[in-house]
């Protein structure tokens, strides 16, 4: 399940929990068993997938129903349908088309702003995925734009009361797809020479992104997970030194929360997002800088006790300003004044 994916799942849940009554539209294929769809009132619709479907299949849905309203959580939504409250949440493609292959920068490219015109609403998920949109699409107004944010399931990442120990050795995690504005090339440097703990990967390459050329040494210390479920993930939090997350752009960035969540410690990079979503819960570093990224790391496994345990407080006091059931119920204050 990725970033984007958990959001409207999430919401989807709070929305369900709340007493919210909403259909979800999907496309004629199995639904993955990570999500569990219980109470979810679901028509499977059309023939097709992905932006064909979104874009060509799914408008039909809406011919005969023009009082629905379209809400779409994991970005964009079909041209369409005029009523609708769509979700942006970065516009990393626009800050460095590098990152992406060329027909996704492409396509989102033009037809990002285009709905975004004829959305009545825009959900983003920070403050400053909220200044990005503003700064790019000048043509858009400052009240059509709403910052709702991520949050963690606190019943699925949490402090277990017994892990077992499932290395014998200390490890420093990360978890994120594998490409370019994740930063690993130069985490994985910063690695080199850390001989006191191992590097774990959690995530998978993603075809949208240019091709990784530059991961060619991977030291012995470093070790690549690939996606794994959540229940493993989870355990790997519990048990590891600390997470890194050194990532140059993002729109939210929901792993150190789930991080924080299990009462691992962050280290993070020192960007303005970061700074939003980890406030004092975490410690942060330089992402262009890999000898200050090796450092931060070294200062933190050589750290106290108390150091340690005061970071891990800290990030459950963070938490505390995330809930999925506030950000469900501002979605439905947002549709509310649509209806009016």
């Avoid at 983003?124 to 399931?153: G, H, M, P, Q």
């Avoid at 030291?219 to 519990?238: A, M, S």
């Avoid at 993002?250 to 980890?278: H, K």
Wanted: with cysteine; proline share 4%.
């Amino acid at each position: 399940m990725t970033g984007v994916a958990r959001y409207a799942y999430n919401i989807c849940k709070a929305l369900t929990g709340l007493g919210y009554s909403f259909t979800l539209i999907c496309p004629h294929r199995p639904i993955l068993s990570c999500y569990n769809t219980e109470g979810f009132n679901i028509i499977h619709f059309g023939v097709g997938t992905s932006h064909f479907w979104e874009q060509c299949i799914l408008p039909f849905f809406f011919v005969f129903r023009k009082k629905c309203l379209l809400l779409s959580l994991t970005g964009l939504g079909t041209i369409l349908v005029r009523r609708k409250v769509m979700a942006i949440h970065d516009l990393a493609f626009l800050r460095n088309p590098s990152w992406y292959s060329f027909t996704y920068y492409w396509f989102y490219k033009i037809v990002t702003p285009i709905v975004a015109r004829l959305a009545n609403r825009i959900i983003t998920v920070s403050n400053f995925s909220k200044s990005e949109i503003l700064k790019f699409y000048r043509f858009l107004k400052e009240d059509k734009i709403c910052v709702v944010y991520n949050a963690v399931n606190r019943e699925q990442f949490k402090k277990l009361n017994y892990c077992e120990n499932i290395e014998e050795s200390a490890f420093v995690l990360a978890v994120s797809s594998i490409d370019p504005r994740k930063n690993f090339t130069r985490l994985i440097e910063a690695f080199e020479g850390i001989k006191t703990a191992k590097l774990y990967i959690v995530g998978a390459y993603n075809r949208v992104f240019q091709e990784q050329k530059e991961l060619k040494h991977i030291p012995e210390n470093v070790h690549f997970l690939g996606r794994i479920e959540d229940e493993q993930l989870v355990r790997l939090y519990n048990n590891a030194e600390c997470f890194i997350f050194p990532s140059l752009y993002e729109g939210f960035g929901l792993p150190p929360l789930e991080a924080m969540a299990c009462g691992c410690p962050v280290l993070v990079s020192d960007i303005p997002v970061e700074r939003e979503v980890c406030g004092e819960a975490a410690q942060y570093f330089n992402p262009l800088d890999t000898k200050d990224i090796h450092d931060a790391i070294c200062r933190y496994l050589d750290e106290t006790k108390e150091m340690k345990a005061l970071l891990q407080e800290r990030g459950y006091d963070n938490l505390k300003r995330f809930s999925w059931d506030q950000s469900a119920s501002c979605i439905m204050q947002i549709i509310d004044k649509i209806r009016v």
